[in-house]
């Protein structure tokens, strides 16, 4: 129960990133170079130990691509599209102009990326579409000359990743504390694994990935996984604009595909492959290493695909039809919703109310469907079904626990006490110490494993200051073998 109240907690956040990067350096441009094979085996022999080493050593220690979820993934269930969102946690406006140039923007980057799939190992795609179909704001007024079928999404929640980024040195305290509520409803990323969700009754209401530009966030660093990339909203504009390098969003990419950092040194556990990269140019997931993806990296993205590619149930190449192969120069959303409503429909006779209050709770209650939930200060209520969090485990009070002092928002009939909607829900304070919270900041999240990596290493002012929460091997003692338990934590839990 414990542990997947807190895997629920970091669902409310829509998966935390990867261990951040800096980023230095200019861009430069991308080298006419070539990584031409049918298949694995013909992969020259010093790629080939490479990718091996990284397969064993890092994508499968780290499980990075074990979901289904990778941008491989997400492109063959969409028959060589992809779909984004845009959040926008900033005041910069944005025209229509820009808007129109965003897509074809994160089209050419991922097709630096799969372009040189073409051809390898059954990969069924000449070119990859790129569609922006919706819009997550912080003020609508950003949207200048906002077309009748933009779709705009103004819901907020507390921002999720502004404590880490300003504790890291990643952004400043100008970084909105609020940031755009993401339409979680309509994601593959969230739903994946869901082979009956109905994204709106179709599959092409979904949405892949997000873009998230963020004010205040260092112009030359990024985050990024399977959920999207996250850069500045100065480098989101100077991308679309053509004033940025692509450098940083097509590393952040390379996190979607699955691809770690390469933080540690040579044969270490966050490192790189003994005897280095192949090639001698390191690799674009190398920090301020490379700003091009390179041979090397053209070769793994190419290993990966046939490590992957035929694992059972996960794709069914036979059933591809490209839906086409020509370029897209513009987004044009089809749908004509604006605005995300968490409004329950319900019968006349239900008379509805609204209720939101921070308490703590004293008592839940678990029956066969559903269970019922008391608070100190503000009464009981029930809860019965799935529909009443509609897929989001975060909203599920059945992982919740008495002592658990949670941030609420919800929907009841008036009459039974009978919750039918939660349009909110925060875990405001946890009724047992969080597992992995080394800096005992009342939560689990990439700050702690950058805590414990750096006191590892002895780092000047490095310290733990809860070190036993870091034991998960509960030997005694910290050591690489907690650090390595604590990033496949975070990884099961999609941070």
């Known amino acids: 129960m414990y542990f997947k109240k807190l895997c629920a907690a970091a669902l409310a956040a829509a998966v935390l990133c990867v261990p951040f990067e800096l980023h230095t350096g200019a861009g430069t441009a991308l080298p006419e170079t070539t990584a031409s094979a049918a298949d694995i085996s013909e992969i020259p022999a010093d790629y080939k130990t490479a990718c091996d080493w990284i397969w064993q050593n890092r994508i499968q220690t780290e499980r990075s691509m074990e979901a289904w979820s990778t941008i491989y993934d997400q492109i063959v269930a969409g028959n060589g599209t992809l ?18 140039k965003l897509p074809q923007m994160l089209e050419e980057a991922v097709n630096m990326w799969t372009d040189n799939l073409i051809g390898y190992d059954d990969w069924p795609f000449e070119h990859v579409n790129v569609k922006v179909v919706g819009y997550a704001v912080l003020d609508e007024s950003c949207i200048l000359d906002r077309q009748p079928d933009e779709v705009v999404y103004t819901e907020t929640a507390n921002s999720w990743l502004r404590d880490d980024m300003i504790s890291s040195g990643m952004g400043n305290s100008s970084v909105p504390a609020i940031q755009p509520a993401e339409p979680t409803d309509i994601s593959r990323y969230a739903h994946w694994n869901d082979k009956n969700w109905s994204y709106n009754g179709s599959y092409d209401n979904r949405y892949d990935m997000y873009l998230h530009g963020i004010t205040g966030m260092i112009n030359m660093g990024g985050y990024g996984y399977h959920y999207g990339q996250i850069l500045s909203d100065q480098s989101v504009l100077g991308l679309i604009n053509g004033t940025t390098s692509t450098h940083i969003l097509l590393h952040e990419m390379g996190h979607g595909f699955g691809f770690p950092d390469y933080y540690g040194g040579e044969g270490e556990s966050d490192g790189f492959p003994p005897g280095g990269f192949p090639g001698g140019e390191n690799s674009i997931m190398m920090a301020g290493s490379c700003a091009y993806i390179n041979d090397f990296d053209k070769w793994f993205l190419k290993y990966s695909w046939s490590k992957i590619k035929d694992e059972a149930g996960r794709f069914d190449l036979s059933a591809v039809q490209p839906v086409t192969t020509a370029p897209v120069t513009t987004a044009a959303p089809e749908t004509t919703t604006t605005t995300v409503t968490t409004a329950v429909t319900t019968e006349p006779a239900i008379q509805t109310a609204n209720a939101e209050f921070t308490d703590t709770i004293s008592e839940v209650s678990l029956s066969d469907n559903g269970g019922r939930i008391s608070f100190e200060q503000n009464g009981s209520f029930t809860f019965s079904g799935t529909d009443y969090f509609s897929g989001d485990d975060s909203k599920n009070l059945a992982y919740y626990e008495a002592g658990d002092r949670i941030s609420i928002g919800f929907t009841y009939d008036q009459s039974t006490g009978q919750i039918l909607s939660i349009w909110k829900l925060d875990l405001e304070q946890n009724s047992h110490k969080i597992k992995g919270d080394v800096n005992a900041d009342n939560a689990f999240n990439i700050a702690d494993l950058v805590a414990v990596q ?11 200051a809860d070190w036993q929460a870091g034991d998960l091997c509960e030997d005694g003692i910290i050591n690489v073998y907690d650090l390595i338990a604590l990033r496949e934590l975070l990884t099961e839990q999609g941070q």
């Open 454 to 464: 750096s006191w590892l290493l002895a780092r000047p002012g490095s310290e733990l």
């Open 83 to 100: 779909q984004y969102i845009l959040i926008w946690q900033s005041y910069e406006k944005i025209t229509l102009q820009q808007r129109q």
